[in-house]
């Protein structure tokens, strides 16, 4: 049963870098054909796809955050990463990693971290 987690600081400041890590257990990220994707939703607020990683590592970013986003992978820690440049307290939300079975999209919940709570604030 492949398991995601996700980690990282719960607070981070404005115009600070936002990382974040999910380590995946039970399978591997290199596995074809899965996207590891991260997506958000900040309080109110929708869902929202924000980026991925691929089974052969290529990566994939929402338009809106493609400046800010950056997406990699560690194969031999089985984890993958977020990074959020330039953050805003806009960008406080919660943070889930989630396997997908395509890109940019909102996958069914089956294999989804549970979730990290990011504040932005001073």
């Known amino acids: 049963q492949v398991q995601l987690q996700e980690s990282g600081p719960g607070l981070v400041k404005p115009s600070q870098t936002l990382s974040l890590s999910c380590t995946v257990s039970?399978?591997?990220?290199?596995?074809?054909?899965?996207?590891w994707s991260w997506i958000r939703q900040p309080p109110g607020k929708e869902l929202e796809w924000m980026g991925a990683?691929?089974?052969?590592?290529?990566?994939y970013y929402s338009p809106s955050l493609k400046s800010r986003t950056s997406i990699s992978r560690d194969t031999s820690r089985n984890q993958f990463t977020l990074q959020l440049s330039s953050v805003t307290p806009e960008d406080t939300a919660v943070y889930y990693c989630?396997?997908?079975?395509?890109?940019?999209?909102?996958?069914?919940?089956?294999?989804w971290g549970q979730g990290t709570q990011v504040t932005v604030s001073s």
């Open positions: 989630a396997r997908a079975n395509s890109v940019a999209t909102i996958p069914p919940r089956d294999y």
């Open positions: 039970g399978g591997s990220i290199t596995t074809n054909y899965y996207y």
């Open positions: 990683i691929d089974y052969s590592g290529v990566t």
